[in-house]
C-alpha cells in the first residue's frame, strides 16, 4: 500500500482491508498516464479500483473544478454508486464533492452543476451529450482528469456507445490529457473494448488489467414436483416455491426479462406471500418516487424480496442480497453472470442463484447457461460500425455548443471507432441532412438547422434548433407512453399508448403493484383508482432478449449427446426419449423439420434455434412463400427454438420454403411493405431531430410523433428513397428487428443440411411452440391454465408410442 496516501492507508487499515492486486495495478496505470480497461468478477471491488486514482490525486493535490466523469448506462447504477463514494469520502473527511446528474436530476441542480461543477460527476451518455450541447462545457471539461465507463459491455456495441463513443472523442479534444476507464465483469472479446475505449483505436493505448476469479456461483435449477411444464415462458408456475426461497433469504432480487412479467409474478408472489413478508417492484416504466423507494428500502435492508427487470442487471451493490432468482431463460451466460453477480456482492463468497424454467426446451436453455458459466464461457460481442442517425445527433450537439470547421469535426469524428472509417462523402451528406433534411425536404425552413458561414464553419440557424435539440437529445426512443395517475396527481409511472388505447373506464390492470381502475383517460394521462378487482397486465414492446448463439449451440447438443440426458428430470428424459422413437432428433449441423396433419391442417415445424426474432421474421416470409406456391398457409407461430408454419395445403418439400433468395425477393418486399420499417424510421427520424418529440412549453403525444414521422417517411419513400435517415431505417429493420444476420446464417446452410421427417401426427418435440398456435395475441396470464390443460391434451397425443 505504499503507493497510497497515509489517509487512503489508514482508512483501508481501519477497515481491515487490503487493496486487492488489480485496485492496486489500475493505480499504477495511472500513475503511468494510460487508458486502462479493468476485468474483474462481481464483487471485486471494481468500482473502488475506478476511483481509486480520482481519490488518489485528489488527495495529493486537492483541487475545485471537475476532476473524475463517472458515466453508468443506468440511472440506479450512478445513485448507488454515489451512496458507497460518500460514505468513505465522509469517513477520511475529504473535501470532495460527489454529485449525479441524470434525467431525474431537478433543473436548478443542473444549472449550478454547469457554473460550479463537482470534482465527481456521476451521470449517463444522454446526459452528458447534453452537457457538451452547451456553451460553457469548454471551461466545464477543460480541466477533467479522468472518465469512468462502468459496465462498458451494457451498451458499447449499441447506439447508446456509439454517442458515448462520440462524447469521449469531444471530451479528448477538449482535454487532450484526458485518461479513459472502462470497468466490466463480463467481457468476452476484452481487445474489442480496448480498441472501443482507445482514442482511434490505438489498442496499445490502453492496459488491459484482469482481477482475480472469484468464487465458483452456486447455482441451482428449481423444478416444483420434479416436473417441468410444456409450455409458457414465465415460470409462474413455481410461484409458491419462489415465496418459499425469499422466507429462507435474508433478500432475494427476483429478476423478470420483461416488465408485463415483472408485474404478473409480483402479483403470483403477492398471493403466495403468507407471511405478509416486505416485497417489492422494480422497472423502468415505473415513477423515479416509485423506484427510489425500492432502491432505499433494498439499501436499508428492509425488503425481503424485490421482482426486477434489466433496470437492476447492473453493478448495484446491495450486501444484504444473498439469493438472487431468474424466471423463465436467462437467455445467454454473459446475461445471467450478471444477475448472479447482485448475489452476495462478495469475490470470495459464491453468489448462490436459482433459475426457474417455463419450459422443456427452457430448461435445456438453463442447464446449458450453467455449462457455459461453469466453463467460464461468455457471449460474443458483435462491434458495428457506428449509427448515422447518432453521428447526426451528436454533430448537432456540438453545433449547439459552437461554430465549427467540417474538417477538424470530421477528425474528431473519426477518433471514435466506431466512426473511424467514415468516409469523407457520408460525413458530408449527414451535414448537408442536418442543414435542410435532405432533397426531398430543403424547401421546409422547420429542417434548416444548420448553416454555412463565410469562412466555412458550421453554425445553428437560429437559437430555436438548439432549444429543440436540448428537448428530444436521446438515444433511447420508447414507444409512446402515458402517464399512471391517481386522481389527486400521484403519479405511478407510464404504461404504452397501445396498451392504454385498449383501455376503458372500469377496466383493471396491475401496475406499480397495485391493481388499478381506470376512472377516464385523458391525451397523456391514464386517470386510475386503487380496486380489488381481478386485474390485466400492461403489454410493453421491448426488445425481446433473443437467445444467444453460443447457448443455441449449447441446446442443440444436449438433445444429441444421448448421455447428457442422464443429467435431466425423468419427465424431460422421457420428451427426448419419445421423440427419438418416433421421429428424430436434430443433429447440431443439421436443420430438422417435421411435417405431420394435426386438427385439419398441415403442419411444418423447422427446429432451426435461431431465436425468437429470427424465427417471427423467417415465419413471414415463409408463409409470403407458400402463398405463391398455392400451399394456402393460415398462420405461423414461433419461440426461440422453432418455427411452425401450418395450411391447408400438404408440404411434401421443405426445401423450396427455405432458399437464400428469400432474402433477395421476400425479404425486401416485405419489410418495405411491412410496419417494421415505419417503426424503425421513426426511431432513426426522432434520434436525428428530423422529429420532435417535444415543443418548448408541450409535449407531443405519441400519436402525434407517428403522424409526423409517417408523413415524411412516405413523402421520402416517394421522392428520396436514398435518403439519409432511410438507409439507416433499414439497417435498424434488418439488423435488429428482424436479426437478419443469423436468418442469412441458416438459409445459407438450410437446403444443404435439412433433414425433413414425414410423420402421421404431432412430435413431443413439437408441443411447446404448437401449444401457441392462437394464443399469440392473448394477455399473457389471462389463458395460462388455459394453455396448460391444451399443452398437456396435446403432449398426450405426442408422446403416444403406436
Not at 433433414?755 to 395460462?784: C, F, N
Request: aromatic share 6%; net charge negative.
Amino acid at each position: 500500500m505504499s503507493d497510497l496516501p497515509h489517509i487512503l492507508r489508514d482508512w483501508f487499515v481501519a477497515r481491515g482491508w487490503t487493496p486487492r492486486r488489480h485496485q492496486l495495478e489500475m493505480l499504477a496505470q495511472a500513475r503511468a498516464g494510460r487508458h486502462a480497461l479493468l476485468v474483474a468478477a462481481t464483487g471485486a471491488g471494481k468500482t473502488l479500483a475506478g476511483f481509486l486514482p480520482t481519490l488518489t490525486e485528489l488527495v495529493e493535490a486537492p483541487a475545485d473544478g471537475l476532476h473524475t466523469l463517472y458515466i453508468s448506462p443506468l440511472k440506479a447504477l450512478a445513485v448507488d454508486v454515489q451512496r458507497n463514494l460518500l460514505t468513505p469520502i465522509a469517513e477520511m473527511d475529504l473535501p470532495i464533492r460527489v454529485e449525479t446528474r441524470t434525467g431525474d436530476t431537478p433543473h436548478e441542480r443542473k444549472v449550478r452543476q454547469r457554473a460550479r461543477p463537482p470534482q465527481i460527476l456521476l451521470t449517463t451518455p444522454e446526459s452528458l451529450s447534453l452537457l457538451l450541447s452547451y456553451e460553457d462545457s469548454f471551461a466545464m471539461f477543460a480541466g477533467l482528469k479522468t472518465v469512468v465507463v462502468d459496465e462498458v459491455h451494457a451498451f458499447a456495441t449499441g447506439k447508446r456507445g456509439d454517442l458515448l463513443s462520440l462524447c469521449l472523442a469531444r471530451l479528448q479534444s477538449i482535454a487532450p490529457a484526458l485518461r479513459r476507464v472502462a470497468l466490466s465483469a463480463t467481457v468476452a472479446d476484452p481487445d474489442g473494448y480496448r480498441a472501443w475505449l482507445a482514442p482511434h483505436g490505438d489498442i496499445d493505448s490502453v492496459a488491459l488489467v484482469k482481477g482475480d476469479p472469484g468464487a465458483a456461483p452456486d447455482i441451482a435449477i428449481l423444478l416444483p414436483e420434479g416436473r417441468v411444464p410444456w409450455s409458457g415462458h414465465s415460470g409462474r408456475y413455481a410461484a409458491p416455491q419462489v415465496m418459499a426461497e425469499i422466507e429462507t433469504h435474508r433478500t432475494t432480487i427476483v429478476f423478470c426479462n420483461t416488465r408485463g412479467l415483472a408485474e404478473l409474478i409480483f402479483q403470483d408472489l403477492w398471493k403466495a406471500n403468507a407471511l405478509g413478508l416486505p416485497i417489492a417492484i422494480h422497472h423502468g416504466s415505473l415513477s423515479l418516487e416509485a423506484r427510489r423507494r425500492a432502491e432505499q428500502a433494498m439499501a436499508e435492508g428492509r425488503l425481503r424480496g424485490l421482482v426486477a427487470t434489466a433496470s437492476l442487471d447492473l453493478g448495484v451493490d446491495w450486501g444484504d442480497v444473498d439469493c438472487v432468482i431468474q424466471m423463465g431463460a436467462p437467455k445467454g451466460s454473459s446475461r445471467l453472470l450478471q444477475r448472479i453477480g447482485r448475489a452476495n456482492h462478495r469475490l470470495d463468497e459464491p453468489s448462490e442463484a436459482v433459475l426457474v424454467p417455463g419450459n422443456r426446451f427452457e430448461y435445456l436453455e438453463a442447464r446449458a447457461a450453467l455449462d457455459a458459466v461453469d466453463a467460464g464461457e461468455l457471449d460474443a460481442d458483435i462491434f458495428r460500425p457506428g449509427a448515422l442517425d447518432v453521428l447526426a445527433q451528436h454533430i448537432m450537439a456540438c453545433a449547439c455548443a459552437a461554430p465549427f470547421d467540417p474538417d477538424e469535426m470530421l477528425h474528431e469524428v473519426r477518433a471514435a471507432l466506431p466512426y473511424s472509417a467514415l468516409t469523407d462523402a457520408t460525413f458530408d451528406r449527414v451535414l448537408n441532412y442536418i442543414a435542410d433534411g435532405g432533397y426531398a425536404l430543403r424547401a421546409y425552413d422547420k429542417f434548416k438547422r444548420l448553416t454555412r458561414d463565410g469562412d466555412g464553419r458550421w453554425r445553428v440557424t437560429s437559437p430555436g434548433f438548439v432549444a429543440q435539440h436540448r428537448l428530444n437529445a436521446g438515444i433511447i426512443v420508447e414507444a409512446p407512453m402515458l402517464d399512471v395517475r391517481f386522481r389527486n396527481g400521484r403519479r405511478l409511472g407510464k404504461v404504452e399508448e397501445n396498451f392504454a388505447a385498449s383501455l376503458s373506464p372500469g377496466d383493471t390492470f396491475s401496475f406499480a403493484g397495485l391493481s388499478l381502475e381506470v376512472e377516464k383517460i385523458e391525451a397523456t394521462d391514464v386517470i386510475v383508482r386503487a380496486t380489488a378487482k381481478p386485474a390485466r397486465i400492461p403489454s410493453y414492446m421491448g426488445a425481446r432478449l433473443a437467445l444467444t448463439t453460443n447457448l443455441s449451440r449449447r441446446v442443440r447438443e444436449f438433445l444429441w449427446d444421448r448421455d447428457a440426458w442422464r443429467r435431466f428430470p425423468e419427465d424431460v428424459r422421457a420428451w427426448l426419449e419419445v421423440q427419438d422413437r418416433r421421429s428424430q432428433l436434430p443433429p447440431p449441423d443439421r436443420l430438422l423439420v417435421e411435417t405431420f396433419p394435426h386438427e385439419g391442417r398441415h403442419h411444418m415445424v423447422a427446429y432451426s434455434f435461431e431465436g425468437w426474432n429470427a424465427h417471427q421474421s423467417l415465419g413471414m416470409l415463409v408463409t409470403r412463400r407458400m402463398e405463391a406456391l398455392g400451399l394456402k398457409p393460415t398462420g405461423f407461430v414461433a419461440n426461440d427454438y422453432a418455427l411452425a408454419c401450418y395450411g391447408l395445403e400438404k408440404i411434401e418439400n421443405p426445401a423450396a420454403l427455405f432458399s437464400p433468395d428469400i432474402l433477395e425477393d421476400e425479404f425486401v418486399e416485405w419489410v418495405q411493405g411491412s410496419a417494421l420499417l415505419k417503426r424503425a424510421f421513426r426511431e432513426v427520424a426522432v434520434i436525428g431531430g428530423l422529429v420532435e418529440r417535444h415543443h418548448p412549453g408541450k409535449r407531443k403525444s405519441g400519436r402525434q410523433v407517428s403522424f409526423s414521422t409517417d408523413l415524411i417517411y412516405d413523402v421520402l419513400r416517394k421522392y428520396e428513397p436514398d435518403h439519409l435517415l432511410l438507409r439507416a431505417a433499414w439497417e435498424d429493420a434488418r439488423a435488429r428487428m428482424t436479426d437478419v444476420g443469423r436468418l442469412a446464417d441458416l438459409l445459407d446452410r438450410a437446403a444443404g443440411t435439412m433433414l425433413h421427417v414425414d410423420l402421421p401426427r404431432v412430435t413431443p418435440l413439437a408441443v411447446p411452440v404448437l401449444v401457441m398456435i392462437g394464443r399469440e395475441t392473448v394477455q399473457q396470464g389471462s389463458a395460462e391454465d388455459e394453455i396448460l390443460i391444451e399443452a398437456e391434451a396435446l403432449a398426450a397425443e405426442a408422446m403416444r408410442i403406436d
